[in-house]
Structure formats: structure tokens, C-alpha cells
T-cell receptor, first 110, second 114 residues
């Protein structure tokens, strides 16, 4: 069974702190990993993609991939109220289909 | 970044009628597009995978005769909800996959069937 698992939250983080979002996936053969942000009533927006082990930074966002542990994370530095959203983790599987996790609701406390 | 458009953004139709939703990749070619449905406070549900020039692949439980998908070109896929019923009311979202396997979503279409 192809699965991408996320804690549904809500994860509450004070404004200005670091928000840490985690995700695990079931297929060791997965090659590509993505983080999407979805605001209520809107469609998902791609914010990060990562393909190799290690960290990838883009502005306040850092994606981390550990293929040995089948673990992907997203760190958001200097969290802002506008970061409050549902964050979806996604991974491609051997048949190239992208599987999405159910999402983690993040709430930044002003 | 890549842009995917969807039209219409909102549609209200009467029970028994059909509704067509268009999905376009504006600045890249997409051999594969996807159609999702999302009910309030629930996660994305993949309905079907649309491949240019071939028949769509439907997920288990999705009626292919009710949700007609056509992927006529590398930039356009359409979803037609036939004989719509109130239970088909939902948020329909398409996405297009780039050559680097990133998936870009359209803004979604909110369908209300009365």
C-alpha cells in the first residue's frame, strides 16, 4: 500500500518561531518529494520540491529528506500568521503517481 | 513558476444537467493532468489521471461514464460531470505535471448542484 503519512494537527506555533512539519512515506523507491500549502477554500500551491538526501533551502522554508528513514520534513523559520494553512506532503511512487498525505494544519499564534 | 488555469471558478447547475470544466497549462506542456475532488475539511481525492491522446485512468469507485475526461492537447484537459446530482457538489481541482514531475494545481472549480 502506497502511503504518505502526516500528523493532522493542528500544530500551533508562536509567531516568529520555527514550525516543523513531518512526513513519512512507505515506498523506498520514491524519488521525488513535494510540500504544498493549501489555504482554506483554495487549491494547493507548490512551495518546495526535493529529490536528494539533505537540506534544501528557499527563503524561510527548508525541506529535509532522509531516504534511509523514509522521512521528509519542512521547516518554516520566522513563522508568520500568513503561514497558517494546511501543508500537504507528497511523494512519487514507482508508477510515477504522486500520492498526497492528508495534510497537517498549522496555526501560527500572533 | 508554472501556471495552470481552470474555468469556470464557480458554477451552479440544476440536477440532471451536465457541466464542463476546463483545465489549461499556460506556460508549459503537460502530457499528464490529474483531476481531484475535495469536500469541505477533507483531503484531496484523486479521481482520474488524464494522459494526452489516450483514455483517462480512473481511480477505484469513480464512475467513468459520469465523469468524462478528455485530454485533447498538451495544454488542455476537460472534465464533464454528466447528469449532475446534489451529491456531486464539491470543489474540483485539476493539476498538470511538468517534465520534472512537479505538479501544479489550478485554482479549482466550486460546483453546486441544486
Amino acid at each position: 500500500q502506497k502511503e504518505v503519512e502526516q500528523n493532522s494537527g493542528p500544530l500551533s506555533v508562536p509567531e516568529g518561531a520555527i514550525a516543523s512539519l513531518n512526513c513519512t512515506y512507505s515506498d523506498r523507491g520514491s524519488q521525488s518529494f513535494f510540500w504544498y500549502r493549501q489555504y482554506s477554500g483554495k487549491s494547493p500551491e507548490l512551495i518546495m520540491s526535493i529529490y536528494s538526501n539533505g537540506d534544501k533551502e528557499d527563503g524561510r522554508f527548508t525541506a529535509q529528506l532522509n531516504k534511509a528513514s523514509q522521512y521528509v520534513s519542512l521547516l518554516i523559520r520566522d513563522s508568520q500568521p500568513s503561514d497558517s494553512a494546511t501543508y500537504l506532503c507528497a511523494a512519487t511512487f514507482r508508477d510515477d503517481k504522486i500520492i498526497f498525505g492528508k495534510g497537517t494544519r498549522l496555526h501560527i499564534l500572533p | 513558476g508554472a501556471v495552470v488555469s481552470q474555468h469556470p471558478s464557480r458554477v451552479i447547475c440544476k440536477s440532471g444537467t451536465s457541466v464542463k470544466i476546463e483545465c489549461r497549462s499556460l506556460d508549459f506542456q503537460a502530457t499528464t493532468m490529474f483531476w481531484y475532488r475535495q469536500f469541505p475539511k477533507q483531503s484531496l481525492m484523486l479521481m482520474a489521471t488524464s494522459n494526452e491522446g489516450s483514455k483517462a485512468t480512473y481511480e477505484q469507485g469513480v464512475e467513468k461514464d459520469k465523469f468524462l475526461i478528455n485530454h485533447a492537447s498538451l495544454t488542455l484537459s476537460t472534465l464533464t460531470v454528466t447528469s449532475a446530482h446534489p451529491e456531486d457538489s464539491s470543489f474540483y481541482i485539476c493539476s498538470a505535471r511538468s517534465s520534472s514531475y512537479e505538479q501544479y494545481f489550478g485554482p479549482g472549480t466550486r460546483l453546486t448542484v441544486t
